[in-house]
């Protein structure tokens, strides 16, 4: 049985607000054993991790074996078993590259341009089997991945029109939530991303997530948020 919808949309946030975590994939070279290691994703419109590696890569080799994987995300605490964290498992393939996946990668994570200049450099998704979410002592929960995948709108389709919009002419509010939501006095502040759930700023350098109260699913419902948010860093 699924959670609270409450409880799976911490989740989700969680997995939102992070862009590495540790990959299990299943060893070639020890046959059998797990094989952990770190990769930077970002995720697609239902809410699947997706991850540019190498195919020299042993975990690359490992996938195209097997493709059963774990993705492991957490919160940044000094209590690790404290903190929440989230199990995406799967099954990872190769996904073809394209200009708005490109994009939106590099948005995120600027640092992986020079891989697309290498010709060994593939992206991947995870399609999830199950998540498993643990909010803190006690609160242990298995997600189905058809519960947890996000309300679908229209936002994936006109993302890229809304942050030219908010970047060129909003660049005023987008410091504003900076401020008023993590007390940061940014010089510079870039929206890189936005979902049903929330958006994501890089303001002097730092990522930061910002989560809405209830699901945008279209350009005028993110208008309206954007807006009472602005109205509520005023205020």
Known sequence: MNPAPATIASARALLRARHA??????????????????????????????????????HTQNIDADPRVSLLVHEEESDLQAAARLTVVGDAQRVATDEALKARYLRYIPNAAQYFAIHDFFFYRIE????????????????????????????????????AHMNRDHADALRAYCRAFYGLDSSDATMVGIDCDGFDVRADGELLRFDFHQPVLSGQDARAALTAMAQECRA
Request: glycine share 10%; proline share 8%.
């Open 21 to 58: 975590g540790a990959l299990a994939t299943i060893s070639q070279r020890l046959e059998g054993y797990p094989f952990g290691s770190v990769v930077d994703f970002v995720l697609d419109e239902e809410a699947r991790p997706v991850f540019l590696i190498s195919t020299l890569a042993q």
């Open 128 to 163: 999830p089997k199950q998540w498993r979410y643990i909010g803190g002592f006690g609160d242990i929960h298995w997600i189905d991945p058809v519960a947890a995948k996000p309300p679908q709108g229209e936002l994936a389709q006109i993302e890229e029109g809304i942050l």
